[in-house]
């Protein structure tokens, strides 16, 4: 992590106007790879990374909100919102903003996540100016009318039926919930279809207001873009809206964390008929602050996180009782997750689990071989590497940093610190981790006998 030069930028109007900070947190060489961050009067930080080689920008808007900030009553306001800053503003309809980036050939689109929401567009480089603008307006001026409330919620409504019919992906929501319990991050980030129906536009408005503010949000832009005329329009689409009214504001700092419910040796089932039973397994992880994360990262590398992993090696090349099998780990601002997941015939639930927890415990007890180490830290440095090839994953990277973190880390520290990691330190975090009693979330069509037999797993 690098902080260098600060400046300040010179008023870009003839009228006096509140200075902004502008730094070079990441020195790239000869222009390539330079990360700069300039705060504007009001609080809004704007970061960009730059990379001349490529003919492509990607401009997106973070902002400090997501599923845990709701209450119950409001569950899913979060992602209703998303879906609503698609809908209209005073200078442009629904179909308005499509034909606009449709027009040029570019991509729009927009994520919730429990700590956070972004909002983006991917356009030719050329086009960046007009993404810049749509984007700003749509989060500066949304109207949230009662009509596209009442008419989005049917779309959403879908939405949480289409995951539901996905047991692959309802198990990790069910998983939150067995673990984290009636708190915001055991809620599914979607709502129900209780709380989205019980949604106004009223209510939603006041989300709206109270959360995207602009010191709640991190502009970020990728690619061929240079970093001052990017600051100069995000600047006037903003004053234009009427939005940086508080030349004192400061941003949002990182969340420093609500210590989230935790708990250990529960077992969930969700009865459905289904061909396949989809199960995880799991313990509480790492905050995503955490210095042992790359430890962590390591440590899921080498147990699920390839073909030559240890579970896909014991449950599927071995002994072919699962297509899908693999582990992931979870970070948020207080706490974590690491689960283990897999899809197999509901006759074969036990001893999948049972083969799941003996590697566990195996490597809880005893830790990993050098070798699978050493292999699991090349895998993930080769991973870090390929997966940052694009504008949309570094503007992803720059802006969640900022936004989570509040600090920017360049990709040769990333793979610095992944090389660093020790067989010490991995089987440190192993037992740390994989020690603790896990907890199992199932969805499928168990019988009694099978569903009393759960509790096995995780005793």
């Known amino acids: 992590m690098t902080s260098s030069s600060s400046t300040a930028t010179a008023p870009t109007t003839t009228e006096a106007r509140a200075v902004a900070r502008t730094q070079t947190l990441i020195k790239g060489q000869n222009g390539i790879g330079t990360v700069r961050k300039t705060t504007l009067p009001g609080g809004l930080r704007i970061v960009t990374e730059t990379l001349p080689s490529v003919r492509s920008a990607t401009f997106g808007i973070w902002a400090h909100v997501g599923s845990r900030d709701e209450t119950p009553a409001l569950n899913g306001a979060t992602h ?30 927009a994520f919730t ?40 919620r049917g779309a959403i409504l879908e939405e ?143 147990l699920g996180g390839g073909m030559s992993s240890r579970l896909f090696q014991e449950v599927r090349e071995k002994r072919g009782l699962a297509y899908s099998v693999y582990s992931y780990t979870s970070g948020f601002a207080d706490c974590g997750l690491f689960g283990v997941y897999a899809g197999c015939r509901p006759s074969q639930v036990h001893d999948v689990l049972k083969i799941c927890r003996d590697e566990l415990d195996q490597v809880a007890e005893h830790g990993l071989s050098d070798d699978e180490i050493d292999r699991a830290i090349g895998q993930l440095r080769g991973s870090t590497v390929l997966g940052l090839e694009d504008t949309g994953a570094l503007m992803n990277r720059i802006g969640k940093s900022e ?57």
């Open 80 to 109: 209703y919102l998303e879906h609503l800053l698609f809908k209209g503003t005073s200078k442009r309809s629904a179909l308005d903003i499509s034909s606009a980036l449709d027009a040029v050939g570019g991509e729009m689109n």
């Open 113 to 152: 996540a429990k700590e956070y929401t972004c909002y983006y567009a991917r356009v030719l480089d050329s086009d960046l100016p007009l993404a810049i603008d749509v984007v700003c307006d749509m989060l500066t001026g949304s109207l949230i009318l009662e009509e596209d409330v009442n008419v989005e």
């Open 160 to 302: 949480i039926a289409m995951t539901e019919d996905d047991p692959g992906d309802c198990v990790h929501d069910l998983f939150a919930h067995t673990m984290f319990g009636d708190n915001p991050l055991g809620r599914p980030v979607l709502g129900t279809v209780d709380t989205v129906n019980a949604l106004t536009a009223d209510r939603i408005r006041r989300f709206y207001k109270k959360h995207y503010d602009p010191t709640h949000l991190v502009v970020a832009a990728a690619g061929n873009i240079d970093h001052n005329k990017v600051v100069r329009q995000v600047r006037a689409a903003f004053e234009k809206a009427g939005a940086l009214t508080n030349p004192d504001a400061t941003p949002l700092a990182p969340r420093d964390g609500r210590r989230a419910l935790r708990t250990a040796g529960r077992v969930e089932l969700l009865g459905r008929k289904t061909e396949q039973a989809h199960i995880v397994l799991g313990m509480p992880g790492l905050a995503r602050t955490d210095d042992r994360r790359w430890a962590l990262g390591v440590l899921n590398t080498a």
């Open 403 to 459: 936004l989570c973190w509040g600090e920017q880390m360049s990709v040769d520290d990333m793979l610095g610190r992944i090389a660093s990691v020790t067989p010490d330190d991995v089987r440190s975090v192993a037992r740390d981790i994989l020690g603790k009693r896990p907890s199992l979330s199932v969805i499928g069509p168990l019988k009694d006998k099978q569903a009393s037999r759960l509790h096995d797993a995780v005793a």
